[in-house]
């Protein structure tokens, strides 16, 4: 209790006659005489004049209160005996018009009870907030004096938005002890805390391995594989509820020795072998593979080997067959060296302004054969086939000595002839491909199944590679593969979960995850790699860097967008939708962005999928929100039409912000007389972090419907999807449960629905002379302009004059960047024109004579 003071208190006090009365009782009772049985009765049952000795006490006394929003608070105090209650706040008297009193008798001590409230609203504590804190406390009389209340505290309540500290994303081997730390924002009263695992509530009482520390950190004492998860911590007081951006956790299992098994039988070969397997335990969730050999061999000796050289006779015939060897190969390379001489002296003969002038259609020569021992790798089994083309390779012409190149010509027909081009194909399947690849160390991250792979067997000529209707390809260049060589190329697009590629801070991944090699072969000229990508690209608002992951597993930055290339190993041409990759080393690539404010944003493609046909009165429609590449739309679609789904119109985009704002989805206008939503909410939401890392790429939501009547089959409604204080997009559907809805048109995008490996210049849009003709006129700097830098400009390529220009041919660099551009319904017409424009500049340029043909 407060204080206590006798005699007459400020404010309104009893009338004098009334003190005057009980002053004069209270001096004389002490001189009245009274028997022991008088004074045991007055003790026992009191009088009411006795109430006059008691000093009023406080059944109810003020509590601490929280001003929620702009809603006023109440404060009640209740006494006995008291004959006046009054509040006082921070030191002033509330006027006696603001109380609200109540008058009653307790029943046990027959007593009077009085009980008085006042309200405080937001205004009131706001005039002194930031002076001292706002408190109120009672004060009641009664004959005997005053008693006060303790004193109350009333408080805005509020709760800031941003967390202090939020928990990141990790990835940590198995039974490794795992922390995330969490400050909530600052709130009055101060936020409690609570952790989420995939939108379920942890519980550290249902689980011995989790425990929340007073500072509100996650602790998991020993990671296990099931603890693979997105947490999320959530702040919560009276006012609002928080949640912070959700931490990826990936639990990992690094591969394992088995033991050795035990030396084999030494065969006839003489060597014997052992193996292991790299299953104690198996690599997990994107964990080291083994390292060292699964396969190993010794020589060995039996009854049926021998080493040993009974005699001289045995070393004479070793020495004469080593020099029979020698001989057979001096010639071999002598013959070779003849027939590449030849070669280079027909491309020479055939490469004049005829074939410029006759137009781009597709030409070919005759290579040399490639002998099977300069096969890298891998041993396909290959078998020889003659493809035959039409065309001229320098067709006579009447007229003048001299020809010049004119846009008029450069599409028309070439002459009549038969040439012919020698190649090689692994005659293997898809199948037994990727089979063989996965038995190498190298290849052993490669996926199982032939989906998303695409292979061939590439020489000199070049070729192309794609992977159908994911806008992912491979364009290998004339004169990349050194000649004489034969590479067997494969190119992949990998499923995100297969692949770890770890993100820090606010890092994104704007494309799929590709590789092609196999790497550490030799390559002459860059290599483009194609693929989509998700990035609304603006200097201002992104740092884009080009990652690639090493033999050991680590990715690392080979390329830092927007700025000079650190090596003239790579680089990457950067448009609206896709992305070309020059390389001279193959790998795995990954274009990961960094948003530099937050303005910055990224393309989403929402669509949505419902069941074709519907036999029960629960209807589905899932909506998803994809990162806006081709590779992920396909893998959805693949999915959906497994599962028996129809696509509901057609694909929409929305910018997403990196604005902390979670995306947004409900359902509206839908026939309440024929359906109902089951949704409890008004809305469904996907957090913030599961959209903007991009490691998640099949995100939906579903909404769950209920016909009232079976015979119900048209269903007319609207979606909404929106980013919280950002870009939003509507469906409208009218949908006929019982029309199917056929992906025929989805599922093969610009075209792309052809052969997945395209070999010599058959893979190219420019016949092969045409080009070679364009390279040697062009590559030379003149002074008029006339050269290569002129055509970047005319084909909007100027701005990557530096890299062009460390290239030794930058005519071939921007033809090859045409190509990946443009295959397979790029537009001759246009390039022809362009290269007529720079011909224009120097009337010499293309002029040759007819002798030289």
Known sequence: ???????????????????????????????????????????????????????????????????????????????????????????????????????????????????????????????????????????????????????????????????????????????????????????????????????????????????????????????????????????????????????????????????????????????????????????????????????????????????????????????????????????????VLVYCRKKEGLDADVADSSILTAGFQPVSIKPSKADNSNLLTIQPDLSTTTMTYQGSLCPRQDGPGKFQLSNGHLLSALGAGRHTLHHSSPSAEGVDFVTRLSTQSCFRSLPRGTANVAYGTFNFLGGRLMIPNTGISLLIPPDAIPRGKIYEVYLTLHKQEDVRLPLAGCQTLLSPIVSCGPPGVLLTRPVILAMGHCVEASAENWSIRLKKQSCEGSWEDV?????????????????????????????????????????????????????????????????????DTQDVLKEVIQLEKQMGGQLIGAPRVLHFKDSYHNLRLSIHDMPSSLWKSKLLASYQEIPFYHIWSGLQPYLHCTFTLERLSPSTCELACKIWIWQVEGDGQSFTINLNIAKDTRFSDWLAPDGEAGPAAL???????????????????????????????????????????????????????????????????????????????????????????????
């Open 559 to 627: 390329l830092h967008l927007g700025e000079e290339p650190a090596s003239e190993l790579y680089y990457c041409q950067l448009e609206p939708q896709a992305c070309y990759v020059f390389t001279e080393q193959l790998g795995r690539f990954a274009l990961v962005g960094e948003s530099l404010s937050m303005a910055a944003s990224k393309r989403l493609k929402l669509v949505l999928f419902a069941p074709a046909s519907c036999s029960s009165l629960e209807y589905n429609i899932r909506v998803y929100c994809l990162s």
């Open 1 to 335: 209790m407060g204080g206590r003071r006798r005699g007459p208190a400020p404010g309104p006090a009893p009338g004098a006659g009334l003190w005057r009365v009980l002053l004069a009782g209270a001096l004389l009772a002490p001189l009245l005489p009274r028997s022991g049985a008088q004074q045991s009765a007055t003790a026992a049952n009191p009088l009411p004049g006795a109430t006059s000795d008691l000093l009023p006490h406080f059944l109810l006394e003020p509590a601490d209160v929280y001003i929620v929003k702009n809603k006023p608070v109440s404060l009640a105090c209740r006494a006995t005996p008291a004959t006046q209650i009054y509040f006082k706040c921070n030191g002033e008297w509330v006027h006696q018009g603001d109380h609200i009193t109540q008058h009653s008798t307790d029943r046990s001590s027959g007593l009077p009870v009085m009980e008085v409230r006042i309200d405080i609203s937001r205004q009131q504590v706001e005039k002194i907030f930031g002076l001292e804190e706002y408190w109120c406390q009672c004060v009641a009389w009664s004959s005997s004096g005053t008693t006060k209340s303790q004193k109350a505290y009333v408080r805005i309540a509020y709760l800031r938005k941003n967390f202090e500290q939020e928990p990141a994303a990790k990835e940590v081997p198995i039974d490794q002890g795992i922390v995330l730390p969490c400050r909530p924002p600052e709130g009055i009263p101060p936020a409690e805390v609570e952790w989420l695992r995939n939108e379920e509530l942890v519980d550290p009482a249902l689980d011995a391995n989790v425990d929340v520390t007073p500072e509100h950190s996650l602790v998991l004492r020993q990671a296990r594989l099931a603890d693979t998860a997105n947490y999320t911590c959530v702040a919560k007081n009276i006012v609002a509820r928080r949640r912070s951006a959700s931490a990826a956790i990936t639990v990992y299992v690094d591969g394992g020795w088995s033991e050795w098994s035990k030396w084999s039988v030494c065969g006839l070969d003489c060597t014997h072998w052992r193996s292991r397997e790299c299953s104690e335990p198996a690599p997990r969730n994107g964990g080291q593979e083994c390292q060292g050999p699964e396969l190993e061999t010794r020589n060995c000796t039996s009854e049926l080997c021998t080493h040993t050289a009974s005699g001289p006779e045995d070393v004479a015939l070793y020495v004469g067959l080593i020099a029979v060897a020698v001989c057979l190969v001096l010639l071999l390379l002598v013959g």
């Open 759 to 853: 070999v010599g210049p058959s893979a190219f849009k420019i016949p092969f002379l045409i080009r070679q003709k364009i390279i040697s006129s062009l590559d030379a700097p003149c002074a008029r302009g006339a050269d290569w830098r002129t055509l970047a400009q005319k084909l909007n390529l100027d701005s990557h004059l530096s890299f062009f220009a460390l290239k030794p041919s930058p005519t071939a660099m921007i033809l090859n960047l045409w190509e990946a551009r443009h295959f397979p319904s790029g537009n001759l017409a246009q390039l022809a024109a362009a290269v007529a424009e720079v011909g224009k500049q120097d009337s010499s340029l293309f002029a040759v004579s007819e002798a030289e043909c």
